[in-house]
C-alpha cells in the first residue's frame, strides 16, 4: 500500500489564527481525502480532492473554512482557518491506490488542539 | 443515505482467546464495500480487512476473518487468538460501488475499543 504522510503530527495553535496541514504520499494517486476525527468520535469526511479540479466538499463544511490545495497527484494540503476550540480534532488525509481502488488508506493524522 | 452502526462501545478478550466486534449497516444499495479498520493509541488508521458485497465467500486475513451477512446486513469482526497489539478503536466501514454511482468516501461507524486483558 501507499506510504502517507502529515505534517505536523501534532500542534497547539491560538484561536483566531490558521493552520496548514500537509499529506504527502510516495505514489501517484488521482483520489485524496481528508477527514475530521473529533475527540472520542468517529472519522467525518471533509472533502474530496481530485488533481486538476475544485474540491469537493460535504456537507457542513466549507471551503472558507477548509481550503484545500491539490496541485499534484502526490500532495495535499488542508488548512484549518480562523480556528476556534471546536475545531479541535485529530486531521486525517487518505488515499485511493489507482491500482487498488476502493480501498482508503491513511496517513497518520495530525493532532490539533486550539486554545 | 448509507449509516454503519457498531452496537458494542467496548469489548475485552484475554489474550489467545477469540471475540466478535459486531457491525450492521443500512443501505439500498446491491453492490459495495465493507472495511473493517483499526485506530490504536497511536491514532493511524489501519485496514484490517475488506469485504466486496458481490462475494459470497467471507474474507479472511491471517487472524482476523469476517462473516458477512448480505441479507441482514450485517459484517461482523472475528479476531482469533488475540493478541496484546490488537488492542485498539476498531472502525467498522462503508462505501458505494462505482457501478452505484454513489460517493467514494467512506461512513464508519462510532467504533468499539477492544481491550485484550494479559
Known amino acids: 500500500s501507499a506510504v502517507i504522510s502529515q505534517k505536523p503530527s501534532r500542534d497547539i495553535c491560538q484561536r483566531g489564527t490558521s493552520l496548514t496541514i500537509q499529506c504527502q504520499v510516495d505514489s501517484q494517486v488521482t483520489m485524496m481525502f481528508w477527514y475530521r476525527q473529533q475527540p472520542g468520535q468517529s472519522l467525518t469526511l471533509i472533502a474530496t480532492?481530485?488533481?486538476?479540479?475544485?474540491?469537493?466538499?460535504e456537507s457542513g463544511f466549507v471551503i472558507d473554512k477548509f481550503p484545500i490545495s491539490r496541485p499534484n497527484l502526490t500532495f495535499s494540503t488542508l488548512t484549518v482557518s480562523n480556528m476556534s476550540p471546536e475545531d479541535s480534532s485529530i486531521y486525517l488525509c487518505?488515499?485511493?491506490?489507482?491500482?487498488?481502488?476502493?480501498?482508503?488508506?491513511f496517513g497518520p493524522g495530525t493532532r490539533l488542539l486550539v486554545l | 443515505a448509507q449509516t454503519v452502526t457498531q452496537s458494542q462501545p467496548e469489548m475485552s478478550v484475554q489474550e489467545a482467546e477469540t471475540v466478535t466486534l459486531s457491525c450492521t449497516y443500512d443501505t439500498s444499495e446491491s453492490d459495495y464495500y465493507l472495511f473493517w479498520y483499526k485506530q490504536p493509541p497511536s491514532r493511524q488508521m489501519i485496514l484490517v480487512i475488506r469485504?466486496?458485497?458481490?462475494?459470497?465467500q467471507n474474507a479472511t486475513e491471517n487472524r482476523f476473518s469476517v462473516n458477512f451477512q448480505k441479507a441482514a446486513k450485517s459484517f461482523s469482526l472475528k479476531i482469533s487468538d488475540s493478541q496484546l497489539g490488537d488492542a485498539a478503536m476498531y472502525f467498522c466501514a462503508y462505501r458505494s460501488a462505482a457501478t452505484q454511482g454513489g460517493s467514494e468516501k467512506l461512513v464508519f461507524g462510532k467504533g468499539t475499543k477492544l481491550t485484550v486483558n494479559p
Open positions: 480532492a481530485n488533481q486538476g479540479s475544485e474540491a469537493t466538499y
Open positions: 469485504q466486496e458485497a458481490y462475494k459470497q
Open positions: 487518505s488515499v485511493e491506490q489507482d491500482t487498488d481502488q476502493e480501498t482508503q488508506y
